[in-house]
């Protein structure tokens, strides 16, 4: 870094697509690649995975995740290109596809909440704020409050995410669905507001349903306009892709080449959305 400039060094945090399968190495990589060859810092994670792990346990891994990166990325990156930064020079957003796109939303949403901080003993920065979000095609309601889940498929893999992934059915444990529903957590008093979010789903998605994402959405921009001291000038957005499959972006096309240059609009605004008065500038 050349010394006497301030950067925002923006990382796209993501995290990886499945609840039980798969390696951070092998998803969103045309998204990854693109955002890296235009100067973002990428960071992927890897999270314990189901049938072993539940949710919860993932949700806290890429909370450490958040954390670890805010702990580590400035020593990394000053052994590699020099200059002096600090953790406020850092502007954190976080993303996934599918299982990611959940993860990522539950990170939006969950802020600094002490109810899913890491230890503090296990990092020296335990800021868990982010300043933009990305969500692909990801879960909004584990509870199926308006049945849109069994509307598609008779609640088939609603069902299959409630007993193998949760492994807790709705019944006996109906709150920890609640809590790790995105949509029903837009209800509930937050620690910090819910950075910018930017929602894409396909017409044709025959995993997660389109209307519960528009029923995410439409919530979400009530909610702006109910809570007090939200200060963000970008707005949230959400994007129909038509005809657009469930992992609409996983081989490159020209849906995919769009999303990256969303992408990229959308974080740098984002970045800019800060209160901090510093330099943006890629690497």
């Known amino acids: 870094f050349p010394v006497g400039i301030n950067y925002v060094l923006l990382v796209q945090c993501i995290a990886i697509n499945n609840r039980t399968v ?3 190495f092998f998803h969103s990589l045309h998204l990854l690649m693109d955002m890296a060859h235009n100067g973002f810092v990428v960071c992927t994670m890897d999270y314990r ?8 346990d993932q949700v806290f891994d890429v909370k450490s995740g958040i954390c670890w990166i805010k702990s580590n990325l400035i020593n990394v990156l000053q052994e590699q290109f020099g200059g002096s930064l600090k953790h406020r020079d850092i502007s954190l957003c976080i993303g ?7 993860l990522s939303l539950m990170a939006a949403m969950t802020m600094n909440d002490p109810k899913w901080q890491p230890s503090d003993q296990e990092y020296s920065v335990t800021d868990t704020s982010l300043d933009g979000c990305l969500d692909l095609y990801g879960v909004r309601d584990f509870t199926d409050s308006e049945e849109h889940w069994y509307k598609l498929d008779g609640g088939g893999f609603r069902n299959y995410i409630r007993h193998y992934v949760f492994q807790r059915c709705t019944l006996e444990h ?3 669905h609640e809590n790790l529903s995105p949509k029903l957590l837009l209800n509930r008093p937050f620690v910090e507001l819910p950075p910018p979010i930017f929602g894409i789903h396909g017409t044709h998605d025959t995993l997660i349903p389109l ?6 959405y439409a919530a979400l921009k009530e909610g702006r306009k109910q809570w007090s001291g939200q200060s963000n000038s ?3 957005v959400f994007v129909v892709i038509p005809y657009g499959p469930h992992g609409l972006n996983i081989l490159a096309n020209p849906v995919s080449f769009a999303l990256s240059d969303a992408a990229e ?3 740098l605004a984002c970045t800019r959305n800060r209160k901090r008065n510093l330099t943006v500038a890629k690497l």
């Open 96 to 102: 996934g596809e599918s299982a990611g796109g959940h």
């Open 49 to 56: 995975l189901a049938p072993t792990n539940n949710v919860e």
């Open 174 to 176: 109906a709150e920890a």
């Open 265 to 267: 609009n959308f974080l």
């Open 211 to 216: 209307d519960e994402a528009e029923s995410f």
């Open 22 to 24: 798969g390696k951070r």
């Open 234 to 236: 970008v707005n949230d």
